[in-house]
């Protein structure tokens, strides 16, 4: 299954809303995670199962979607949240996509 | 406090052969699945190999199989990455991580090891 993250970056400024859009290339039901990279970082869970909060994320994450379409939103960006975002299906054995860069505007 | 600690990356030959570790602890190990995830230099993440709590499923993202098994000790606490007929394109930062849930159907990874690196190069 082929995940594509749009748009490969996103310039936005501190207080702004994020959408990030993951396509999945067939239907993965609500089987989708959201994750974010900082530099130098493992990655970190944000959002199972398309719209479930992990431990510990703040509130100005959200994810929607099921099928094929899926996205998330950060509705106030904080300056710790430009960073690189993954998507990964587990409708099958799991796939990341491509990524989606948030850097300062 | 979990804690997956890896071992095992190095330099090694197109062709070559090497096994990767991670050492968990402050969770029972036998009660979780766990996978290997890498990144390639500034590139992005793909996800390498699954095992369920006792070894008896696994499975491989397209471009190892064949050529990496993943494997684990629950006796050790330990979760192995055998690599062989490596490549240049291998090349990568392999994390372990803990799995949540299932692989087919949900689930996620919740804590992620600090990476080791893989050189591939003649």
């Known amino acids: 299954i082929v995940l594509t993250q749009s748009p490969a970056t996103l310039s936005l400024s501190p207080g702004e809303r994020a959408t990030l859009s993951c396509r999945a290339s067939?239907?993965?039901?609500?089987?989708l995670v959201w994750y974010r990279q900082k530099p130098g970082q493992a990655p970190r869970l944000l959002i199972y199962?398309?719209?479930n909060r992990a431990t510990g994320i703040p509130a100005r994450f959200s994810g929607s979607g099921s099928g094929t379409d899926f996205t998330l939103t950060i509705s106030s960006l904080e300056p710790e949240d430009f960073a690189v975002y993954y998507c990964q299906q587990r409708a099958n054995w799991p796939t990341f996509g491509g990524g989606t860069q948030v850097e300062i505007k | 406090e979990v804690q997956l600690v890896q071992s095992g990356g190095r330099v090694v030959r197109p062709g070559g052969s090497l096994r990767l570790s991670c050492a968990v602890s402050?969770?029972?190990?036998?009660?979780?699945?766990m996978s290997w995830v890498r990144q390639a230099p500034g590139k992005g993440l793909e996800w390498v190999a699954g095992?369920?709590?006792?070894?008896?499923?696994?499975g491989y993202g397209d471009s190892v199989k064949g050529r990496f098994t993943i494997s684990r000790d629950n006796a050790k606490n330990s979760l192995y990455l055998q690599m062989n007929s490596l490549r240049v394109e291998d090349t990568a930062l392999y994390y372990c991580?803990?799995?949540?849930?299932?692989?087919?159907?949900?689930?996620?990874?919740?804590?992620w090891g600090q990476g080791t690196l893989v050189t591939v190069s003649s």
């Open positions: 067939q239907n993965v039901s609500s089987y």
């Open positions: 199962d398309a719209s």
């Open positions: 095992i369920n709590w006792n070894g008896g499923n696994t």
């Open positions: 402050g969770f029972t190990f036998d009660n979780h699945q």
């Open positions: 991580a803990r799995s949540i849930g299932s692989f087919h159907f949900g689930g996620f990874e919740d804590y």
